[in-house]
């Protein structure tokens, strides 16, 4: 066995795990938006809610560094569960309705906001039914310079808040499950260059952006899907005439182009570094010049 083996091995692994999730997560309700892209750009939603999902992203290692990811908030939530030292307890009164003390903590559980048509699965959430307190914890993992720009002497003086609004989709979730509640919002950020660990507090004021940001992905779509539908069916006819994808990716980009800008158009994309074709599927079929820009040889 030679090293070329043992890194296609661990890349097809990679390949059968990412499955796996998309099998048990997302099949059969493709129509969902993801609450995991919170924050991203307009024209990513509308694409897949038309069940366009373009093409694989450039390079492997670009799937190995989210495996990475994927490996830390596993094993920081396996060290959870079982959680001996939080108990759970339920009360059912004289008329039948539950109460709660103590603290329930919950791990990779499924939030859905049908007014949005959004769904999710959060990291950690901690609730304290006693004091009625929400604590919601996203991890994310960083390298240096990320890591830097959020808690160095020089932070970034404007940064993405798709990390607060994918963070606060979740809160939204939990709040429609216990109302009356008070929501905490923690970024857990762990380094990857020493495995340090940092916390980052998210306001609540992000709760009315998340909820603006949906309610702006909603209209967006709804005003777009028609023509997104038309011109995917037009591009497989050209597809299936001519033999050449080619053609036919052409046809798309310059039919999105009647109702979008991407690179110039607000929220197309909603930050740069989402047009990059290493990152985004939908470069192959997005007329953004930002993909052009950003393309590595």
């Known amino acids: 066995m030679i090293l070329q083996d043992i890194i296609e091995l661990y890349d097809n692994h ?3 795990q990412n499955e796996k999730n998309r099998q048990t997560r997302y099949v ?5 938006f993801h609450a995991s892209g919170a924050g ?3 024209l990513k939603h509308l694409l897949a809610s ?3 999902e373009g093409t694989e992203q450039g390079k ?7 495996r990475l990811g994927t490996i830390v908030h596993e094993d920081i939530q396996a060290a959870l569960i079982p959680v001996d030292w939080k108990v759970h307890t339920e ?18 559980d499924e939030i859905t906001l049908p007014m949005w048509n959004v769904r999710g699965f959060y990291d950690i959430a901690n609730i304290n039914h006693k004091d009625k307190i929400i604590q919601v914890f996203d991890i994310k993992t960083a390298a240096a310079y990320k890591f830097s720009i959020i808690f160095g002497r020089k932070p970034d003086t404007m940064p993405s808040n798709m990390y607060d609004l994918q963070l606060s ?12 509640y008070e929501l905490q919002m923690y970024l857990l950020y762990y380094k990857k260059d020493n495995s340090d660990f940092r916390v980052k507090t998210v306001g609540t004021e992000n709760l009315i952006h998340a909820s603006n940001y949906w309610t702006a992905v909603n209209e967006f779509v709804d005003a777009n899907k028609e023509i997104v539908l038309r011109l995917n069916a037009e591009c497989k006819i050209i597809a299936e005439k001519d033999g050449n994808p080619y053609m036919a990716f052409e046809h798309f980009k310059t039919g999105i182009r009647q109702f979008c800008n991407p690179g110039q158009q607000l929220n197309l994309p909603c930050v740069g570094f989402e047009c990059n074709p290493l990152y985004c599927n939908k470069a192959v ?13």
């Not at 059969?28 to 969902?32: D, F, Q």
């Not at 492997?60 to 989210?66: D, K």
């Not at 008329?95 to 919950?106: P, V």
């Not at 989709?169 to 009356?180: I, N, R, S, V």
């Open 169 to 180: 989709t979740y809160a939204l979730g939990l709040a429609q499950q216990f109302p009356d």
């Open 28 to 32: 059969g309700k493709e129509t969902w």
């Open 60 to 66: 492997s290692i670009n799937t190995r560094v989210m």
């Open 14 to 16: 990679m390949a059968r």
């Open 40 to 42: 991203g750009c307009h």
């Open 285 to 297: 079929l997005c007329p953004s010049r930002l993909h052009i820009s950003k393309k590595r040889k």
């Open 50 to 52: 038309c069940g366009i």
């Open 91 to 108: 009360i059912r009164n004289e008329a039948g309705q539950i109460t709660y003390t103590g603290d329930e903590l919950l791990v990779e």
